[in-house]
């Protein structure tokens, strides 16, 4: 199990996203985000002050759907940016600490038990995480992942974010499975191999595409083994990181199965 304490996701949102402001304060605006290259440091900057500000409206209206939230405007200059991001994460900051997380609140999330003020605690966690690491990549200097959110991090990102299923689509289970092992905490997050197919509600077909989900140990070797520490492979998985770091063991039929998964984009 690699989840945290409510508490602990709300203290690690508070860190990282100090962090990702003392950096972009003292980062050249038009710096590139190496990670996201179509950003610069005032977009990626935009970017987290918007989300943040999105799920504040999610945390205050709750539980009702998001319909009617509108867009923030966005500053015109680099402090004024700087200002923005102060003020939106400190009102979201505010909001989140004082609402329960069994509480009801709308996600864009499929599973129906992701339906709470819970989810926001974690993902936005693992939002303010991943793009503290995109701002100090822009910058030139980056620090490792804290192990406990970044283990947490590889299951997160290979359920939700890589393993997702919507309602209209199928999953097709293979034989095979890869184990995802972060060496410095001594945590493995398992997954099993498919295909996706399904018809979306634009008409879009999808047929056989591979895909995996995240499933308990299964009791049986791995196919494939991917390892490295809870930094490397979380920073490895939302694409910041090269393979450095990580090792691969097993059939690599496997493993270019897994990659065509991974591939996918994630920002």
């Not at 090269?242 to 496997?254: Q, R």
């Amino acid at each position: 199990m690699t989840r945290l304490a409510d508490h602990a996701y709300l203290d690690h949102i508070r860190k990282e996203s100090a962090r990702f402001l003392e950096v972009l304060r003292g980062c050249e605006p038009t710096a590139q985000v190496p990670s996201c290259p179509d950003w610069d440091a005032a977009d990626l900057l935009w970017h987290l002050t918007g989300v943040q500000h999105f799920w504040h409206h999610v945390v205050t209206t709750r539980p009702a759907a998001p319909d009617d939230y509108a867009e923030p405007g966005r500053p015109t200059s680099y402090d004024g940016l700087l200002a923005r991001f102060q003020e939106v994460h400190g009102r979201f900051l505010e909001a989140l600490s004082a609402a329960a997380p069994s509480e009801p609140a709308w996600s864009w999330s499929n599973d129906a038990g992701a339906q709470s003020v819970a989810f926001t605690y974690r993902r936005q966690a693992h939002e303010a995480l991943i793009h503290r690491l995109d701002a100090e990549l822009a910058a030139g200097t980056s620090t490792p992942l804290p192990p406990d959110l970044a283990t947490d991090g590889v299951e997160e990102t290979l359920a939700v974010m890589f393993g997702g299923l919507p309602d209209w689509g199928r999953f097709e289970p293979l034989p095979l499975h890869v184990e995802y092992r972060i060496t410095d905490t001594a945590t493995s997050v398992w997954t099993r191999l498919g295909t996706f197919s399904g018809t979306s509600p634009e008409g879009t077909d999808h047929a056989d595409e591979p895909d995996q989900h995240v499933v308990p140990d299964p009791g049986t070797p791995a196919d494939l083994v991917v390892a490295g520490t809870a930094d490397r492979l979380d920073g490895w998985l939302w694409h910041r990181y090269d393979d450095a770091g990580i090792t691969f063991e097993g059939d690599p039929a496997v493993w270019e199965r897994a990659a065509a998964v991974l591939r996918h984009p994630i920002n």
